[in-house]
Structures are given as C-alpha cells and as structure tokens.
C-alpha cells in the first residue's frame, strides 16, 4: 500500500510534468493574458520569485547563514575548543560564565565560548545537511532514472523498495541506519540522512520521467527510430531534473533538521570539540533550567536556516508549476 508520502510525491511529479493549459497562451484576438507571452517557463518563473516575499525572505536567511558559515573562521574570537572559562564553572550550581569582555554570551559548561562555539557550529550544520542532500539526489538519480526508463520488472523492484523506505518515518528511518554504526561521527550522520533522502529523489523524478516519456518531442523521436538510450539522456532525463532539483531545496530542510535530531540524540561525532548546533543542543539538556540560553541559540538558529530553504523551496516549486502561468 502506497504510503501518504509516497502519495505526496507522485502528486508532485504529475504536477511537474503537467503542460500549460491553453488558457495560460495569449488569444489570437490578444484579449488573453500576455504576461508572459514568448516566454520561457523558467524567465516567467524568475520574474515571479523577484517580486514574491516568501522567496526573498527566504534568499535572505540563507544568505546570511551561508555568509556566516563563510566568515566563522575570521570572526569567531576564541578557538571553540578552549576551555578558556573553566575556572568560572561551578557544576554543583549549575553556575556557567557569563557575558563578559570578549566573550559576549559567556560560556559553556566546560568554559568554551559559546559565541564561538555558535558561529562555527554553522559550518558543521550547513556541511552535513549539503553533502547529505547531495548523496542522497545522487542515488535518488540512479533510481529514478533505472525505474524511469526500463519500467517493467526493474521499476516493479525499484518503487517497492523505495515504498518501503517511505512507508517508515523519516526520523525513524535515521536513526535506525545511524544506529548500525559501531563509531558515531559526522560522516555516519551524513550517510543516515543521505539514504533517507534516496527515496524521495528516486520516486520524484521517476514519476516526472513518466510523465515526459509521453510527450510529443519524445514521441517524434521514437518514430525517427532514435535509441533509447539517446531518448533517455538527451529528451527525458534533461526535461524531467527541475522538479527534483527545486526539491533538493526542501530536502535540504528536512536534512538540517534531520542531521540535528541525530547529534541531539548522541548519534554524532562523539568530540565536540568541534561543534554542531544539534550536538550543542543536546549538551545544554541539563543546564536548561538555570541557563536557557544555552538551547535556545542552536534551537533558533536550526529553525531560522530549516525556514530559509522551506521558503525558498516552496516558492521556487510554484513559480515552476505550468499551470501557474499567467
């Protein structure tokens, strides 16, 4: 039985393939809109995202987190794995530095400065969920283009094993793969998120493969008598990438949060002398009575850049769907 996430894409993948009505084209009486007459879906869809807030909003968040991302080397003033404060941390009261010169939001519970710790921590978060989102469109191609253009008995195998993975948890299914590995660290966090994102690409873009198999370009090109192979790579395949790279920007979302419910849970690198913002969350578990802070900063930040790409995801999908056109 086809899951609701499975049902959520294959929704998405129609919407993708769909052509513009002609009720988007301009009349030959010219009483039709002209918006985007002699345009590309792709002008007609930039020309939407600059003047659609949600998009802006969202391009702006992230550009600040990548820049800060780019500039913590420069900008952080301490090494974030300096316990340059220990002498100010009294365990017994749950007592931690507070904001001081130089340290302008105090420390750790091992005197680290958190200011540091917090700029640094966005280059780990970012990594992990780009690489992660990155493998996982990878295998996610591989699928989706093998179950896209054999069909039969290799689709039949491919989509029941990719209903499986959708069938179960996103979280869940993280955790579990993550759980397998004897060592935590970074890279098995990468690798846990990278297969939960498998699916999705692989269903996303099989569905979008479908539906321009049986266009007219492709169906030109198979009365000519060109190869499939040919077909595939230069008709479909081609055609059939931008709904799956617009929804590399969602995934990329749900990998931040994803990656950081790992770390949280202690399913990442075990030193934290490098920090993450999930790791440095799950650290703060016992301060959060008397220092809150300490969990909110990561918790806002998390939420802050996981917001950027949701609004940037979604406003790029509508502005690419055909029948928006007008």
Not at 76 to 94: C, E, K, M, S, T
Not at 153 to 178: E, H, Q
Not at 181 to 191: G, H, L, Y
Not at 220 to 240: M, T
Request: hydrophobic share 50%; with cysteine; proline share 6%.
């Amino acid at each position: 039985m086809t899951s609701s996430r499975a049902a959520k894409i294959d929704r998405l993948a129609a919407t993708a393939a769909h052509k513009p009505t002609a009720e988007g084209e301009p009349q030959a009486g010219g009483n039709g809109p002209k918006s985007d007459a002699g345009v590309s879906l792709a002008a007609s869809a930039w020309r939407r995202l600059r003047r659609n807030p949600m998009f802006l909003s969202g391009a702006v968040i992230i550009g600040l987190f990548l820049l800060l991302a780019l500039l913590a080397p420069f900008i952080a003033p301490h090494d974030p794995g300096l316990r340059l404060l220990q002498d100010q941390v009294v365990q017994a009261r749950n007592q931690l530095p507070p904001p001081q010169p130089g340290h302008p939001m105090g420390g750790d519970q091992y005197g680290r400065d958190f200011f540091s710790r917090m700029l640094l921590g966005s280059q780990q978060t970012l990594m992990v969920a780009v690489l992660a989102t990155v493998i996982g469109l990878g295998g996610g191609l591989v699928l989706g283009t093998l179950a896209g253009a054999f069909g039969g008995w290799v689709d039949t195998v491919v989509m029941r094993i990719v209903d499986v993975l959708l069938s179960i948890p996103s979280l869940l299914l993280a955790v579990s793969i993550g759980a397998m590995f004897a060592q935590q660290s970074q890279f098995t966090v990468i690798i846990a998120v990278a297969i939960v994102q498998i699916p999705i690409f692989a269903r996303l873009l099989r569905g979008t493969m479908l539906g321009v198999r049986e266009s007219d370009h492709v169906l030109a090109a198979r009365a000519l008598g060109v190869k499939r192979r040919a077909i595939v790579f230069r008709h479909i395949l081609p055609n059939s990438l931008g709904p799956v790279i617009v929804q590399s920007t969602l995934v990329l979302a749900i990998a931040i949060l994803d990656a950081a419910a790992l770390s949280f849970l202690g399913l990442g690198a075990a030193d934290d002398s490098t920090p993450e913002w999930g790791q440095m969350l799950g650290n703060a578990q016992d301060f959060f009575d008397s220092q809150p802070h300490l969990a909110f900063w990561p918790a806002a930040c998390i939420i802050a850049v996981a917001l950027g790409f949701t609004l940037v995801g979604e406003s790029m999908r509508e502005a690419l769907d055909p029948r928006q056109r007008r």
